[in-house]
């Protein structure tokens, strides 16, 4: 079986491990402290916090953001429940902006209507969480112009889009938001086993995520109420969590980063093979808009509604699964699982991101994908559409 996405481990990675098991510090040492500033470097962000999960890094940026029961939190219905349950972490209430037929992402005129409906009903949003699908970024500076419009709080969750770009600004940049978090399980671009980070050029954002991630703890002679104690000393203030990255997981993360170039090159070159090769197919394949570079974290077929008449979506996912081809849906649109119906969501609220996930696959993409390989796939795509 071809899965849709892979990790790729060299033999550096695996010493860089090795190394740091043979170190003093399996945590708390100077591998996650340099993680974070080879993340900052590369994508040209002020600070970084790196956390165990990239679900503790989105709670953590709604927890520096003093998300709280009352507040109200937007992220679209096309991602992963992640992006959605860090507000409910919170107590604060979601709702969701469908996407753009083109490009799967929040729609920014979509996200301008419910805006301007919500300030009439008094309902608007304390924070927008943007998903950046795919890899594709979002068309984050109209989002950022409305955030300055109507005074909400920018969370990208770029899980996907750690090397994807837009008009030159790397993701994560926080050019146009206050935090953005890149996820690290091994599906996504680069990987640290399980991991994730929040950048942010807000030091005080920055802060209280590093507090927040470590039990609320501080040890800062600067915020201690008592500071004429020694060493050994320190104070809780905040009621905080672990969610610490360890240095085992930072060693294999900054050895991933020096191949991210590397990777990225290749998902798009195998990206203009699929666009070139099921282009006569009955089928919407990847827009990127203009401006855009993709970091190609998914390659996703759309069935046409046309043909989908003829041989359903899940036809044709079975018949690929037989084939050794792992296609897989991302996503499911967040408000139709049965947690969140119970918390009022139901069907044809988003009709966008219904049609899509009705019609959706994601193709094998990753950066160990044979020619050989992606040959198998694109073969068995013509096959399954016949
Ligand atoms: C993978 C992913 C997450 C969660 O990442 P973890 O590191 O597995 O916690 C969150 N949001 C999106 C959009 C993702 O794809």
């Known amino acids: 079986?071809?899965?849709?996405?892979?990790?790729?481990?060299?033999?550096?990675?695996?010493?860089?491990?090795?190394?740091?098991?043979?170190?003093?510090?399996?945590?708390?040492?100077?591998?996650?402290?340099?993680?974070?500033?080879?993340?900052?470097?590369?994508?040209?962000?002020?600070?970084?916090?790196?956390?165990?999960?990239?679900?503790?890094a989105l709670h953590l940026a709604c927890l520096a953001v003093d998300l709280k029961e009352g507040d109200i939190v937007w992220t679209a219905p096309n991602t992963f429940v992640a992006s959605s349950n860090c507000a409910l972490y919170c107590g604060a209430k979601i709702d969701f902006v469908d996407i753009d037929k083109d490009t799967w992402n929040m729609c920014p005129d979509k996200l301008r209507?419910?805006?301007?409906?919500?300030?009439?009903?008094?309902?608007?949003?304390?924070?927008?969480?943007?998903?950046?699908?795919?890899?594709?970024?979002?068309i984050q500076e109209e989002i950022y112009k409305l955030s300055k419009e109507y005074?909400?709080?920018?969370?990208?969750?770029?899980?996907?889009?750690?090397?994807?770009?837009?008009?030159?600004?790397?993701?994560?940049?926080?050019?146009?938001?206050?935090?953005?978090?890149?996820?690290?399980?091994?599906?996504?671009?680069?990987?640290?086993?399980?991991?994730?980070?929040?950048?942010?050029?807000?030091?005080?954002?920055?802060?209280?995520?590093?507090?927040f991630r470590s039990h609320g703890i501080s040890r800062d002679s600067?915020?201690?109420?008592?500071?004429?104690?020694p060493k050994y000393y320190y104070e809780q203030h905040s009621l905080g969590f672990n969610y610490r990255m360890t240095d085992i997981h930072a060693a294999l993360g900054i050895s991933q980063l020096r191949k991210l170039d590397k990777f990225i090159d290749t998902r798009n070159k195998i990206a203009s093979r699929y666009d070139s090769?099921?282009?006569?197919?009955?089928?919407?394949?990847?827009?990127?808009?203009?401006?855009?570079?993709?970091?190609?974290?998914?390659?996703?077929?759309?069935?046409?509604?046309?043909?989908?008449?003829?041989?359903?979506?899940?036809k044709i996912y079975s018949e690929l699964i037989e084939m050794g081809i792992g296609v897989n849906l991302h996503y499911l649109p967040v408000h139709l699982h049965p947690y969140y119906r119970k918390l009022g969501f139901c069907d044809n609220q988003y009709p966008v991101s219904e049609n899509y996930a009705d019609n959706a696959l994601s193709i094998p993409i990753f950066y160990s994908l044979t020619d050989d390989q992606q040959t198998k796939v694109i073969d068995s795509i013509k096959q399954a559409l016949k």
Not at 115 to 138: A, C, D, R, W, Y
Not at 222 to 229: A, H, R, S, T, V
Request: charge should be negative; proline fraction near 4%.
């Open 113 to 138: 209507i419910k805006l301007e409906e919500s300030k009439q009903k008094n309902l608007l949003p304390k924070v927008v969480i943007p998903v950046h699908f795919s890899g594709q970024p979002t």
């Open 277 to 314: 090769e099921l282009k006569e197919l009955p089928l919407h394949l990847p827009y990127i808009a203009e401006g855009n570079k993709s970091s190609y974290h998914l390659y996703v077929i759309k069935v046409k509604d046309t043909f989908s008449k003829q041989k359903s979506r899940d």
């Open 222 to 229: 600067n915020i201690l109420e008592k500071n004429d104690l």
């Open 151 to 211: 005074n909400f709080i920018i969370i990208e969750d770029a899980s996907h889009s750690i090397g994807s770009s837009r008009n030159n600004e790397p993701s994560g940049s926080c050019k146009w938001s206050d935090i953005a978090i890149f996820s690290f399980h091994p599906v996504k671009m680069i990987t640290t086993g399980e991991g994730g980070i929040a950048l942010t050029n807000n030091e005080e954002y920055a802060k209280k995520m590093d507090l």
């Open 1 to 56: 079986m071809i899965n849709y996405g892979r990790q790729f481990i060299d033999d550096e990675d695996i010493q860089a491990v090795v190394d740091t098991l043979k170190s003093d510090f399996l945590t708390q040492g100077s591998k996650v402290p340099e993680f974070e500033s080879a993340v900052c470097d590369r994508v040209n962000a002020k600070f970084a916090v790196a956390a165990n999960s990239a679900t503790s």
